[in-house]
């Protein structure tokens, strides 16, 4: 069973628009999330994080939200830009007795921003 | 600081081998994970080594293991292959594995079993 799910396997924006990049997860236990962008023959590259604490993370472009009655986060990319074109995934990480645990990644998100 | 890097990048083998990858963290990290990439089943956590001790592990046979060396180095061995190994192995490291802590990736080994 899915604890965390991107419902959304592919999503197409034109350039300059918003990307809304959805991920929903069923384990109460997660207290830490993450975003990382992956390109075709490489290593997942971390974007940005939120902790269960907070509902809001901003890094510029970026900006995560977290709603934790819903156990739901997005991730939002404002202006997209084509070379935002990658795969996205979300993963989350519970915290046994200080130790992160292992991340559990969502299927991934393929994001196509059109010029 | 020079990120995580993964040895070797490719490589083939045929079912009944084994096979050893290698991956050396950020310097100063000592948390190393590993996980599998395939198109089907996505990115799935292998285990976690901290101190040189498996501290995590994943849902898989007994044919992968792992070690960690004193220098934080990792290198991870699946033996008796089988065509369902191929993958894009990940290995990934943060500073002590804590919670709250990012951990950053190296490119892969891309393995492909005949």
């Known amino acids: 069973d899915q604890q965390v799910k991107q419902n959304s396997p592919s999503l197409s924006v034109q350039e300059g628009r918003i990307s809304i990049l959805n991920c929903d997860y069923t384990?109460?236990?997660?207290?830490?999330f993450l975003w990382y962008k992956k390109y075709p023959a490489e290593g997942p590259t971390f974007l940005i994080s939120i902790s269960s604490i907070k509902d809001k993370n901003e890094d510029g472009r970026f900006t995560v939200f977290l709603n934790k009655s819903a156990k739901h986060l997005s991730l939002h990319i404002v202006p997209s830009q084509p070379g935002d074109s990658a795969v996205y995934f979300c993963?989350?990480?519970?915290?046994?007795?200080?130790?992160?645990?292992?991340?559990?990644f969502g299927k991934g998100t393929k994001l196509s921003v059109k010029p | 600081k020079a990120g995580v890097t993964q040895t070797p990048r490719y490589l083939i083998k045929t079912r009944g081998q084994q096979v050893t990858l290698s991956c050396s963290p950020i310097?100063?990290?000592?948390?190393v994970s590993w996980y599998q990439q395939t198109p089907g089943q996505g990115l799935q956590f292998l285990f976690e080594y901290f101190s040189e001790t498996q501290r995590n592990k994943g849902n898989f046979p007994g044919r992968f293991s792992g070690r960690q060396f004193s220098n934080s180095r990792s290198e991870m061995n699946v033996s008796t292959l089988e065509l369902g190994d191929s993958a894009l192995y990940l290995c990934a490291s943060s500073l002590q594995g804590r919670t709250g802590e990012t951990q950053y990736f190296g490119p892969g080994t891309r393995l492909l079993v005949l």
């Open positions: 384990n109460s236990m997660f207290d830490y």
């Open positions: 993963a989350a990480s519970a915290n046994y007795g200080g130790s992160q645990g292992n991340l559990i």
């Open positions: 310097s100063g990290h000592r948390s």
